[in-house]
């Protein structure tokens, strides 16, 4: 029976406690993954560990990080966004070339991050009124952003001028003269987004969405509002490490962000979050994104080629998922003994 | 004795865990009968049928099949010894023609290729009789529950059980589709066929069975006849204490609640064509109809999910049809579903999360969700409703059925609504949680709420309405009340569509 665990004569629930009782966080397995593969590098190559390089390979996470943080409220709510790397991209090249033409640095990179904004709207108009699921909606919008941005760019890199200015200055700073800007900009985000998920009406609405489009609706919350206002927030930030990106690396390639959606995805799985939706967690895409980079770059220190990089990241995935599937079956198997049938 | 047995259970255990499923269970089923165990859940009754069916293996205790005592240690020993099961939840795949379903994994090959002439030639006998008349070759999924459930039954028939095990198999039927299962239940009996019928609506087991056994706590309670038996004797064997009724007493509106109503003219949507009524806080109405009649599209339109095209309706704030859910919530409409795991839970949530959903989807304002007011909204609802549930956090997929409905009650009270459209809301809930699902509507009711309560059971109809609107295929056709509220009267007309006197309908 699918509904054991019940007698009418035990009535109220005595064991029901107020305060949940501490439990290590979930996200406990992939911090120490990502732990462990640092020590295994760092035993045979101690020149990884190294500050500096750990912190140029926060720095590198950042722009991909950033992409994989607002990911996590997408598959919190049931969707993919395919078109995440051209959102990048086409917000970068849209703030750059405002630069270009001489708009304050500061205003265009805010602007780009409006523009991402914009994108994500179209995506967000798209997949609600016709009703589609966004993974399809944006397989069409990610060419179309693609081809936009090379029609804009002219298959060039675009390079702003004058990059002596603020913003440029601000973006390639370095905190303490260790710490990339971007680096701590990517760690705010990540704790503003954290607090956005689970301490807003907004990250509440997302997992009900996530979990029961169905019920959520019959519960009164707006679920079409919902998946929009989240396509937008993933535009936006895109639209962000679009704009630092250009401030940071001081031009934007016409490539730049092709391969982006996949590698972020698969950020935030190896994360822990479920594809199944109703749950994400924004700690697990980090140290995700974190432990792709440190593969990426620990093969280097081993004198692997790079292009090698491509496939372990993929075998990670594939490990990652298997663990996380061998763990939900133990689990299942011992409420199922607890629970017994009825 | 033992020669008219066809099977013999003798103390039977099982436990998960810390948690006895079975202890002592006794069972003597007579050859061609079909015998009923009924039982709330938890009572052992299906961990009974999944040992019967070697799907569970037994702690200690036998089973004899004509007086032999077998091991049935694997499905397919079960099958080799003659017994079928039928379980309450579709086994089908709905993708795939009725054929293949009949035959999954035994198809019959001819020159080594699956031949579905051979399999409709082997089945075509089989759905006649028992009625099925649908094109074999369609999905399954786009029959109704009811066939659904009939190929089902087809599929276990095939391999021509002596023991056919029923595990709730009328749980989605309506009145109409159980009626048809019934009478082929009664076809199968006089072919000589033995079933054991596993169910906890009462009245369906009053209907259809032979003998009945009453299962609590993982043991055998009482055994008799069905022509010894009354339903008052098998609620008390089900939940082991006197009680004088099932429903409770009426409550009498609180003083300091001012009347409100509803009043609804002319409606058209979905179904439903021309419906008037007007209901008033205080009473419960209740609205009957088979499944298919658009009773359910009424709750639907009065909750904004389902759009009218056409009629006037005033809430009690002197407002319209609320344009979407979302507008209901916020001006005090609730709708609890009919079909709580799809509709009304986030089942991987926490019960702490579904809690909040009306009040933090649709009610509160502000940007903020407070973990702190979730957890004491959610030990408030808990402690009021008597959820059994380890904690707030456990997830709403593990709870019995009835705290499952407890929550999705719960998460509307919280709100304090003026407005209850429930959509059967005792569906799949054992006897012991369906009271306090009563009490909680009489309360609903006394607290000045307006309820339009849609149920499947009659005797749950007729025992807590002060009206009844019957709708029949899109229409009212009739609205009873006082002592016009009689199982006979309601049942003819839900079925028919006419009164059977001269009792007419009579609109407001």
């Known amino acids: 029976m699918t509904e054991p665990r019940s007698s009418p004569s035990a009535r109220p629930a005595k064991r029901v406690s107020g305060t949940r009782p501490y439990r290590l966080p979930n996200e406990i397995g992939v911090i120490a993954a990502l732990i462990a593969m640092m020590v295994v590098i760092g035993v045979s190559r101690p020149r990884f560990l190294n500050p500096i390089n750990l912190l140029s390979i926060l720095g590198n996470t950042t722009f991909l990080g950033m992409l994989s943080i607002g990911m996590v409220f997408l598959l919190a709510i049931r969707e993919i966004d395919l078109s995440v790397g051209w959102i990048f991209n086409f917000s970068a090249v849209f703030s750059a070339l405002l630069m270009v033409a001489d708009v304050d640095p500061w205003l265009a990179a805010l602007a780009g991050v409006f523009f991402g904004a914009a994108l994500g709207l179209v995506n967000g108009i798209l997949a609600v009124t016709l009703r589609l699921p966004a993974i399809i909606v944006t397989l069409g919008t990610f060419s179309m952003f693609q081809g936009l941005s090379l029609v804009v760019n002219k298959g060039r890199a675009v390079v702003p001028p004058e990059q002596a200015s603020g913003y440029f200055t601000f973006v390639s700073a370095k905190l303490f003269g260790v710490v990339p800007a971007p680096a701590v900009l990517f760690v705010a985000l990540a704790i503003l987004m954290h607090f956005v998920l689970h301490h807003t009406r907004f990250g509440y609405r997302v997992q009900a969405v996530g979990s029961n489009p169905e019920a959520a609706g019959l519960a009164g919350i707006p679920t079409a509002l919902v998946r929009l206002q989240t396509l937008v927030l993933m535009g936006a930030i895109c639209g962000l490490s679009g704009a630092m990106y250009v401030g940071f690396r001081g031009a934007i390639d016409p490539n730049e962000g092709s391969d982006f959606a996949l590698v972020v995805i698969a950020a935030v799985i190896i994360g822990g979050t479920p594809l199944s939706g109703g749950s994400g967690t924004i700690l697990g895409a980090v140290v995700g994104m974190l432990i792709i980079q440190v593969i990426s770059s620990g093969l280097i220190f081993f004198g692997i080629e790079a292009t090698w990089s491509t496939f372990v990241t993929g075998a990670v995935i594939v490990m990652a998922v298997s663990l996380d599937q061998l763990i939900k079956f133990q689990r299942a198997r011992r409420a199922d003994r607890i629970k017994g049938g009825g | ?508």
């Open chain 2, 1 to 508: 004795m033992p020669e008219s047995s066809i099977l013999a259970v003798r103390n039977l255990a099982k436990r998960y865990g810390g948690v006895t499923a079975l202890q002592g269970m006794n069972l003597r089923v007579e050859r061609g009968a079909i015998h009923a165990v009924v039982g709330e859940n938890g009572a052992g009754k299906s961990t009974l049928m999944k040992a019967l069916a070697g799907v569970v293996r037994p702690d200690s205790g036998t089973i004899e099949i004509d007086g032999e005592e077998v091991a049935i240690d694997s499905p397919g020993a079960a099958r080799n010894l003659g017994i079928g099961i039928v379980y309450q939840e579709l086994s089908l795949f709905p993708q795939r023609s009725v054929l293949a379903n009949l035959f999954v994994n035994r198809e019959p090959a001819r020159f080594g290729l699956v031949s579905r002439q051979a399999m409709e030639e082997r089945s075509r006998d089989l759905l006649d009789r028992l009625g099925l008349r649908v094109d074999v070759r369609e999905p399954v999924g786009l029959l109704s529950i009811g066939e659904q459930q009939l190929v089902e039954l087809c599929r276990v028939l095939l391999e021509e059980p002596r023991l056919l095990i029923l595990d709730e198999p009328n749980s989605a039927l309506n009145k109409g589709e159980t009626e048809r299962l019934f009478e082929v239940l009664r076809q199968l009996r006089a072919r000589g066929i033995t079933m054991l019928y596993v169910s906890h609506r009462l009245e369906e087991v009053f209907a259809i069975s032979d003998a009945v056994t009453v299962t609590r706590n993982g043991r055998d309670v009482l055994t008799k006849d069905r022509s010894a038996l009354t339903i008052p004797e098998v609620i008390e064997g089900m939940i082991g204490q006197r009680r004088e009724a099932l429903f409770p007493p009426r409550i009498e509106q609180r003083a300091d609640r001012a009347p409100a109503e509803i009043v609804v003219k002319g409606l058209n949507g979905g179904k439903l064509r021309d419906i008037s009524f007007t209901a008033r806080s205080g009473e419960i109405v209740g609205l009957a109809g088979l499944e298919g009649s658009g009773v359910s599209n009424l709750l639907e339109l009065l909750f904004g999910a389902l759009k009218a095209p056409s009629g006037e309706v005033v809430y009690p704030d002197a407002r319209g049809l609320p344009r979407n859910p979302t507008e209901a919530a916020r001006r005090g409409v609730c709708l609890v579903p009919a079909d709580r795991r799809r509709q009304g839970l986030m089942l991987e949530k926490s019960v702490l999360f579904n809690l909040g959903a009306v009040m933090v989807g649709a009610r509160q304002s502000g940007p903020f969700y407070s973990v702190r007011g979730a957890r004491e909204r959610a030990m408030r609802q808990i402690s009021r409703l008597f959820i059994k549930a380890r904690s707030p956090d456990s997830l709403a997929r593990e709870l019995s059925g009835g705290n499952q409905q407890k929550v999705v009650i719960g998460k509307w009270l919280e709100t304090a609504p003026r407005v209850f459209l429930l959509d059967d809301p005792t569906r799949g809930v054992d006897v012991g949680a369906k009271r306090e699902v009563y009490d909680l509507i009489r309360q609903m009711s006394a607290d000045g709420g307006i309820v339009l309560f849609c149920s499947t059971e009659l005797p749950e109809l007729v025992g807590l309405c002060d009206r009844i609107l019957v709708i029949y295929q899109g229409r009212m056709v009739g609205e009873l009340s006082g002592r016009e509220i009689e199982s006979g009267t309601v049942l003819h007309l839900i079925n028919t569509g006419e009164a059977p006197r001269s009792a007419k309908s009579e609109h407001d």
